[in-house]
Every structure is written in C-alpha cells, then in structure tokens.
C-alpha cells in the first residue's frame, strides 16, 4: 500500500455526501424558475465521467450520465495500457519533440505517424497551431508540474476509494508495484532524470536501480540478457481501466446515479437557467449543470456552444498477450523509452503491451504492420516470455489537448469541462473528477484549478457568435 501524504479532504466519505445533502436542501428553498429533472448532467461514462459523477454524487448531488455507448467505458476507456503511473508525467509537448515528428514523415517504423488524411482538415491545424505554441521552450516544466500534480493527487483519490472497496483491487486485476523504466544508455537515463525533476518535486519518487540493489524485474531483465540501466518508481501501480469503471458505475448507481445509455447528445439549450440536453430521437433532459466528459466527442459538442477546443484524437494500440506457461507474472510495469513502448501486467498471466501515437483523425483501424513492430520490441525485452500466438489487437483514440494536459473548469454560465485527457487519462481520471466536481459544488478545490482551465490556451478558442440551440451538423455523431 502506498502511503500518500496531504490532500486530507477528500477521505470525508459519507459524512461529506450527507452534508452535501443537506447543503442541497438549503440550495432547494432558493426560488427557481423551474425545476430540473436532476442537478447535475455528466456526458460520457468513460472513466473520466464515471469518476465525475461519482464525485459528485458522493457530495449528494443527483446526477445523471447520459452516453451514445450501450454501457460504460466503451470508448478510449475500454482497452488501455492499464498504467496508473505518476512517474510518467513528462508531456507530449516541448521543442525536441518537433524533429522527431518531422522525422515521422520518412520512417514508417516510427512510433509517430501523421496520416496524410488529416492534413485536409483545418482542425488539424487549428490543433497544431496551440500544439506548437506548447512546444515553445520554457513551457515544459509548468506543464509537467501540472500533470504531476494532478497524477499525484488522482493517486491519492483512488488509494482513498480502494481503502473504502479493497476488492477492488483483485477486481480491476491490479498486479503492478510501481515502473521500471529501462534506458539503453547513461545519457538517456540521465535526460530522463533532468527532464524528471518536476516530477520528482511533486513528491513522486524515482529511484536509480543499481545491479547490487536491482528489483526482482530488473534482475530478471538482466538474466533474459537485457543489459540497460533502470529507474524505479514505487508510486505507480496499474489496473483495467474498463473493470474499474464498470465497478465504480455500480457504485455510483448506488449512490443514487442514473445512467442513460444508447443516448446520443446532439444540442444544448439554455432555458432560464437550466440546460435543456437534446439527444437523438430521445426527448431532451433537463438539469442545472452540465459537466462534459466526452473524450474524443467533446470538440464536436463544445463546438454547439461556439467554444473551441484544442483537442485531437490520437491513435494508440494496446495488444494483449498471455505469458507462456511457467513464466512469473512481472511484478511492475516496464517502459522502454527508446522506442515508446509500455508493459503492463494484467491479472495473473496477461501482458499489455501499448505504444504509437498516430495523427489518423477518427480511423480506429488496426494496422497490422504496425502493430507487429510493437510485438516484435515487447518480445525483444521479454524473450521467450510472451505467447504472441494468443495476441489481441486493439486500437484507442486518446482525447488529447494541444498542452497534453486536461482541460477542466467552467466555460459557460454552469457549463463545465473534463475532458483532453490524452495518454495519461486513467492516472488523472480521479483527481479530475473530483477537481471538477469541487468547482460544479463550489467547494474549495484541492488543486489549482486555473492550471487547468481552457483560458491558459491563446484566445483563438472564444468564438464571438452568440449561443443558440443547434442539432446535428457534427461528424461525432457516426
Ligand atoms: C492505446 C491507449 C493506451 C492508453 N494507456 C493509458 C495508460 O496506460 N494510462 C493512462 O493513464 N491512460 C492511458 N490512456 C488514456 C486513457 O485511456 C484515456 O485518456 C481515457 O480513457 C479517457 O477517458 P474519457 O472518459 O475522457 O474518454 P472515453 O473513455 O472515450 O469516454 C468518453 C465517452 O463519451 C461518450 N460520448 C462521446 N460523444 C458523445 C455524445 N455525443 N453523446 C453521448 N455520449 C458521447 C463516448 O461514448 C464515451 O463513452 C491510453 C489510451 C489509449 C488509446
């Protein structure tokens, strides 16, 4: 168990939900103009909305999550790398980064790829532009202190809800103490280190492994011949996402969610105060609140409103891998920073290999080539570990933002966002459904929330158009 120190005020549990209640209570005499159905309405029960409405609920509010999927965590949520993992909080931003996609271009091994496809679209550049205004040196350690800070604190929320559902951790096949990261050379390790070091500052400890101190992994990556140089973090863990949100919508259930699913979004109406939420075919629902969790959907609905968001979606593949027989699970997850590539224990005799970022817009297709490539470098790691006749193929769109961090806070008068979470959306899901939850209530958030919000990018996202209900017209809708 993993001993985290500050963030006290989210340990509240019950008491905090029945003072919620009656905090709600005393809300319910101020006059309205009408009455709404439910306070709260999340869109998207992905791990990030799950997490949200659980916040909320837990503060007595009623909710209700509304999702275009037939249940929970059916999109970016459902197959991941499984990695909770503090240690990881470098961004997908910063100058030397842009070389390195330019290079994309001409190796088709290479973990990057810009579909040509996706250079007809202006939200490509609309994104790149934001993107490569993150990229500017001197940016890198404020974004990384962001990321860390939140994946700190989203670890202390979710070691709060495991120590209130310790079956939990058997339930979401959680398996991993901590990362090995493995480097190829000093220098690398050393760049790695330097570029940590906000990280670090944010109380998440990396450790250099030595051969006479090595973890039991470590010593295990040497006997299979693998000779490099390890940095251990112990605060990381790992878990299936989806096994996690499905757990916690039942959770939610029972503190009074409702969760509509086969529920398009397709508008949004302000009606004196109260947001009419127009779904496809369905009549529209009514609450005071709306807290947007729709990942790669979020654009297209942010857009009903006129408020741009720089997001993209980023292709990423996640290949699971049965260990052959006889082989130790690992005890924690492995990272290979030459070549992108993450292993994840899953249970007690399942690998998750995940790697790739690929600029495709939507296309969630497997290419298989590609896919090989990651396979190929997992069993280079692991030799004569992995079953690869037995491998599973999947792909995920990460909701990435154009700082790679999440974009959370109020945009509109009881319009609020969490979405953008990127690659890193299962460490931050809790923290930043707790983060929002605390502005939706107006209680005193834990964290900054300024770091977070939408304003921090130029104002390029502010259409000036006034708000009016739209339907359809959005691609998201397919
Ligand atoms: C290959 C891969 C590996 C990854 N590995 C890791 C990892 O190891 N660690 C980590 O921390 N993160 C990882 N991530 C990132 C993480 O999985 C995502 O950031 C996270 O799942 C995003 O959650 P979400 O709830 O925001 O989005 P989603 O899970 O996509 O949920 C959004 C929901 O919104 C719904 N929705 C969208 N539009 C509408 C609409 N119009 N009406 C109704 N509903 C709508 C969708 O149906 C969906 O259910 C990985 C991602 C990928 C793809």
């Given at each position: 168990m993993v001993a985290i120190r500050r963030f006290p005020r989210v340990l509240q549990g019950r008491e905090?939900?029945?003072r919620g209640i009656r905090h709600i209570r005393r809300l319910s005499t101020l006059p309205t103009l009408s009455t709404p159905e439910v306070e709260d309405v999340v869109i998207g029960a992905g791990v990030v909305g799950t997490c949200t409405a659980y916040s909320l609920a837990r503060q007595g509010r009623r909710v209700k999550v509304l999702d275009r999927g037939s249940g929970p965590a059916q999109g970016s949520s459902w197959i991941n790398g499984t990695l909770i993992c503090p240690s990881l909080m470098l961004p997908w931003?910063?100058?030397?980064?842009?070389?390195?996609?330019?290079?994309?271009?001409?190796?088709?091994?290479?973990?990057?790829?810009?579909?040509?496809?996706?250079?007809c679209s202006l939200d490509t550049y609309y994104f790149a532009l934001h993107y490569l205004a993150s990229c500017r040196p001197g940016h890198g350690a404020r974004t990384t202190r962001r990321l860390a800070n939140l994946a700190r604190y989203s670890r202390h929320c979710l070691e709060t809800l495991l120590l209130s559902h310790p079956e939990l951790n058997g339930f979401m096949d959680r398996k991993a103490a901590g990362t090995l990261q493995v480097f190829d050379d000093q220098t690398a390790m050393q760049a790695c280190l330097d570029a940590s070091e906000e990280i670090q500052r944010a109380g998440v400890p990396l450790r250099i492994v030595r051969e006479?101190?090595?973890?039991?992994?470590?010593?295990?990556?040497?006997?299979?011949?693998?000779?490099?140089?390890?940095?251990?973090?112990?605060l990381d863990t790992n878990g299936d996402c989806a096994k996690f949100t499905h757990f916690l919508e039942r959770q939610c259930q029972e503190l009074g969610v409702r969760f509509r699913y086969d529920?398009?979004?397709q508008g949004f109406q302000d009606k004196n105060g109260l947001w009419e939420i127009a779904l496809r075919g369905q009549p529209p629902v009514?609450?005071?609140?709306?807290?947007?969790?729709?990942?790669?959907?979020?654009?297209?609905?942010?857009s009903l409103l006129g408020v741009r968001l720089p997001m993209a979606p980023v292709k990423g593949y996640a290949i699971t891998v049965p260990l052959k027989s006889g082989i130790q699970q690992l005890s924690s997850n492995v990272v290979q920073d030459s070549s992108k590539l993450y292993l994840a224990p899953l249970g007690p005799d399942l690998v998750r290999i995940t790697g790739f970022a690929e600029f495709a817009g939507f296309d969630a297709s497997v290419d298989m080539d590609r896919a090989m490539i990651l396979t190929e470098q997992a069993d280079k790691l692991l030799p004569n570990c992995l079953d690869l006749s037995r491998a599973e193929y999947h792909t995920g769109l990460r909701p990435l933002s154009a700082d790679?961090?999440?974009?959370?806070?109020?945009?509109?008068?009881?319009?609020?966002?969490?979405?953008?979470?990127?690659?890193?959306?299962?460490?931050?899901?809790?923290g930043?459904?707790?983060?929002?939850a605390d502005l939706v209530t107006g209680r005193q958030p834990d964290l900054d929330p300024e770091s977070y919000s939408l304003s921090r990018f130029f104002t390029l996202h502010q259409k000036d158009t006034p708000f009016d209900f739209q339907f359809g017209g959005a691609d998201f809708m397919a």
């Amino acid at each position: 168990m993993v001993a985290i120190r500050r963030f006290p005020r989210v340990l509240q549990g019950r008491e905090q939900a029945s003072r919620g209640i009656r905090h709600i209570r005393r809300l319910s005499t101020l006059p309205t103009l009408s009455t709404p159905e439910v306070e709260d309405v999340v869109i998207g029960a992905g791990v990030v909305g799950t997490c949200t409405a659980y916040s909320l609920a837990r503060q007595g509010r009623r909710v209700k999550v509304l999702d275009r999927g037939s249940g929970p965590a059916q999109g970016s949520s459902w197959i991941n790398g499984t990695l909770i993992c503090p240690s990881l909080m470098l961004p997908w931003t910063g100058p030397q980064l842009i070389p390195k996609l330019l290079k994309s271009f001409f190796h088709p091994r290479h973990p990057l790829k810009v579909h040509p496809s996706v250079l007809c679209s202006l939200d490509t550049y609309y994104f790149a532009l934001h993107y490569l205004a993150s990229c500017r040196p001197g940016h890198g350690a404020r974004t990384t202190r962001r990321l860390a800070n939140l994946a700190r604190y989203s670890r202390h929320c979710l070691e709060t809800l495991l120590l209130s559902h310790p079956e939990l951790n058997g339930f979401m096949d959680r398996k991993a103490a901590g990362t090995l990261q493995v480097f190829d050379d000093q220098t690398a390790m050393q760049a790695c280190l330097d570029a940590s070091e906000e990280i670090q500052r944010a109380g998440v400890p990396l450790r250099i492994v030595r051969e006479e101190s090595g973890s039991d992994l470590a010593d295990r990556l040497r006997q299979t011949g693998h000779e490099a140089l390890y940095l251990y973090s112990p605060l990381d863990t790992n878990g299936d996402c989806a096994k996690f949100t499905h757990f916690l919508e039942r959770q939610c259930q029972e503190l009074g969610v409702r969760f509509r699913y086969d529920s398009v979004v397709q508008g949004f109406q302000d009606k004196n105060g109260l947001w009419e939420i127009a779904l496809r075919g369905q009549p529209p629902v009514r609450a005071r609140n709306v807290i947007l969790c729709a990942g790669t959907g979020s654009p297209s609905l942010a857009s009903l409103l006129g408020v741009r968001l720089p997001m993209a979606p980023v292709k990423g593949y996640a290949i699971t891998v049965p260990l052959k027989s006889g082989i130790q699970q690992l005890s924690s997850n492995v990272v290979q920073d030459s070549s992108k590539l993450y292993l994840a224990p899953l249970g007690p005799d399942l690998v998750r290999i995940t790697g790739f970022a690929e600029f495709a817009g939507f296309d969630a297709s497997v290419d298989m080539d590609r896919a090989m490539i990651l396979t190929e470098q997992a069993d280079k790691l692991l030799p004569n570990c992995l079953d690869l006749s037995r491998a599973e193929y999947h792909t995920g769109l990460r909701p990435l933002s154009a700082d790679d961090v999440p974009i959370i806070g109020k945009v509109q008068s009881n319009f609020f966002l969490n979405t953008g979470h990127g690659s890193k959306g299962w460490t931050h899901a809790a923290g930043s459904g707790q983060l929002v939850a605390d502005l939706v209530t107006g209680r005193q958030p834990d964290l900054d929330p300024e770091s977070y919000s939408l304003s921090r990018f130029f104002t390029l996202h502010q259409k000036d158009t006034p708000f009016d209900f739209q339907f359809g017209g959005a691609d998201f809708m397919a």
